[in-house]
């Protein structure tokens, strides 16, 4: 034996089996001579303990022991669990016992005569090599099982689909692979898959990947494409397709990885939505502004004729009705702001049962002929603290919205009702929470919603229309939250749905009176000096007017520079300066900041028609001014310059 087989003899340990001590011992001698490990034994009995021990070995077993015979012990061995390599050594002439052996799995067999010890390396050589062999067989094996799990775990993890596609004179064609999220996926079994194509159930948005395939004929390189897929539900899916051209056993192939953006698209589009609703929002908010100024002007000058006039003046009424369409307008823009998201709170103490009342003839209007208006209104209904404008949108959005569930008509019912909200109400209403409450009910009788459809209409862009916004609910529900309250809704198919909305009550308070006509001479000056800075004419001379007219000393400006300058040059006296937050060259809040600094303790007056960022109103109300909304009617006009003037809040 060669010296380097050292190494391979050490990896198995010989165990003779022999009861013969003579011929036991030059079998081992003859086989230590080769550089082989060897153990002997000379019973059944002791051999099965010895291999017990023995991490690896190959036994040379003599058929016939003294406690049994080789036959037995193979088969205790195995009964055991113990499955060893082994060789038989035979008397002469007792070949069937040799062939009997070797069907129970012996790898050879010797025959005990004057040849057995010169064949005997040679044999055990050949069966060392044949374990040797099988053993590193099973680790690759073993190690290719490993591998192929390994694979199978990644292949099939994560949230990618992926195929792999064969390719046939440069056309894609049906599947070699797929993993197991492509068959959740698209609904299909992985032999159904195999027997289809792309084609199948892919719809590209621009160039597929039959057409990567022409253009790639050298079979390499990757294309990222967009694509829409198709479920066997009929379910479409967007998806972002990564295919990248590779050899597979000498032939073209594709590895396609497939990942749904469908949601990512959906953000993307609920973005392109919302920065279009923000730009009709400014834009809305800018012709609001420039409403406000012009009707300030109407409003105010209508007022002032009416002032002018003797109570009999048969003008009177018709004056009295512009100021009125004045007021009409007014409302308007403040619907414009509010959907811009611009307007101002303005809580009062108000009767739900008079918004509502207020609202039916408008309502009516809205809902055609093929829908019955019916309410209920509880007599007794406790005031609530609300914005009297975000109330008539609350009642208006929930009204289309149940008019929409109706294409054949049906019954649009408005309630209102006083509640007590206890702990077992809270527990079936998670949202909800205890005290006095008033109910707004709006319901239809149409179309009505799936129990998986409610969980979501309150999300913006959400819609079940096929050309609504998915805002109306959404600010429905911002709504109900600025005031403190919460909405909750039932809905079944088939059968309509109802929308309640719970206020916080005030069951002692009185409603907040509106003053159709303020007394103006209470607010008459007594020749305080102002300075009033306002960029629109119109608005200025009209505030000049009145403001003269009762009895004030007032000078104007259209800038904040020329407001500075007439306030320099005047030295500094004045009581009270009224003016616009957006002015042309700088800020209503700057200017007011640059007095101060001149003439510490100075009144100020800010007023806008704007209420968003241009009108800077967090900064105002941080700053504790005064501020006054446009439009404003006479009345506010002086009623707030005498307030201010005063120091009353």
Not at 195 to 203: R, S
Not at 283 to 304: C, K, P, R, W
Not at 335 to 355: I, M
Not at 377 to 396: P, T
């Amino acid at each position: 034996m060669k010296s380097d087989g050292n190494k391979v003899h050490d990896a198995l340990v010989i165990l003779v089996v022999e009861d013969n001590i003579g011929l036991r011992r030059l079998i081992q001698k003859r086989l230590e001579r080769e550089n082989y490990v060897v153990q002997v034994v000379e019973s059944g009995n002791e051999a099965l303990l010895r291999l017990k021990e023995l991490p690896e070995k190959i036994l040379l077993l003599d058929y016939r022991l003294p406690d049994m015979n080789g036959k037995e012990l193979i088969s205790k061995l195995l009964r055991e669990g113990i499955n060893v390599p082994f060789v038989i050594m035979t008397g002469h002439g007792d070949e069937r016992t040799a062939v009997e052996m070797m069907k129970l799995g012996a790898r050879d067999y010797l025959v005990k005569d004057h040849s057995l010890l010169e064949v005997l390396p040679q044999v055990m050589e050949q069966v060392f090599l044949q374990v040797l062999t099988e053993k590193k067989l099973t680790e690759v094996r073993r190690a290719l099982r490993e591998s192929e799990e390994r694979f199978k775990m990644l292949f099939n993890s994560g949230t990618d689909a992926i195929f792999v596609i064969e390719v046939r004179d440069g056309i894609p064609g049906n599947f070699i692979e797929v993993n197991d999220i492509a068959c959740t996926r698209l609904g299909y079994s992985r032999d159904e898959l195999f027997q289809k194509t792309l084609k199948h159930f892919e719809i590209p948005e621009d160039q597929g990947v039959e057409d990567f395939c022409k253009t790639n004929s050298n079979n390499i390189g990757s294309f990222l494409y967009e694509a829409i897929q198709v479920t066997r539900d009929g379910e479409r899916i967007s998806v972002e397709n990564n295919a990248h051209m590779f050899i597979l056993g000498g032939k073209p192939a594709i590895l396609c990885t497939s990942r749904d953006i469908t949601a990512r698209k959906h953000l993307a589009e609920q973005l392109r939505q919302a920065q279009k609703m923000e730009a009709i929002g400014k834009l809305a908010g800018g012709v609001a502004h420039d409403f406000n100024n012009l009707l300030t002007a109407i409003m105010g000058y209508s007022e002032l004729l009416m002032v002018k006039m003797e109570a009999n003046n048969p003008y009177r009424e018709i004056i009295h009705e512009i100021k009125k369409a004045g007021e009409r307008a007014a409302s308007l823009t403040q619907q414009l702001l509010a959907f811009s998201k611009k307007q101002l709170l303005n809580p009062k103490t108000v009767d739900l049962n008079r918004v509502v009342t207020g609202m039916e003839k408008m309502l009516k209007r809205i809902i055609g002929e093929d829908i019955q208006l019916s309410s209920e209104m509880d007599s007794s209904i406790h005031k609530i603290k609300a914005d009297q404008g975000n109330l008539e949108q609350i009642i208006l959005n929930l009204s289309v919205n149940a008019v929409d569930a109706m294409p054949k008509g049906g019954i649009l019912t408005i309630k209102t009702e006083n509640r007590v909200i206890d702990e077992e109400f809270i527990r079936v209403i998670p949202s909800s929470f205890p005290g006095n409450f008033v109910c707004l009910s709006i319901s239809d009788n149409g179309e009505g919603m799936e129990k998986k459809i409610i969980p979501h209409i309150f999300e913006p862009f959400f819609t079940t229309k096929k050309n609504g916004t998915g805002l109306g609910l959404s600010v429905v529900y911002g709504i109900v939250q600025q005031h403190n309250g919460w909405i909750n809704v039932y809905s079944e198919p088939g059968v309509g749905s109802t929308f309640r909305v719970y206020f916080p009550s005030l069951p002692d308070a009185d409603e907040d009176s509106d003053e159709a006509e303020i007394a103006l001479e209470e607010y008459r000056g007594d020749g305080e000096r102002i300075l009033l800075v306002e960029d629109e004419e119109g608005v200025r001379k009209v505030a000049l007017r009145v403001l003269r007219d009762y009895g004030y000393e007032v000078m104007e400006a259209a800038s904040a520079n020329e407001g500075a300058a007439i306030f320099k040059e005047e030295n500094y006296k004045f009581d009270l300066v009224i003016s616009d937050i957006v002015l042309p060259d700088k800020s209503g809040i700057e200017l007011s900041e640059d007095i101060i600094l001149l003439k510490p303790g100075i009144k100020i007056l800010l007023s806008s028609g704007y209420a968003d960022q241009r009108a800077h109103l967090s900064e105002v109300i941080k700053k504790g001014i005064p501020f006054l909304q446009k439009p404003y009617s006479l009345g506010d006009l002086l009623k707030n310059v005498k307030n201010v003037i005063r120091g009353a809040s």
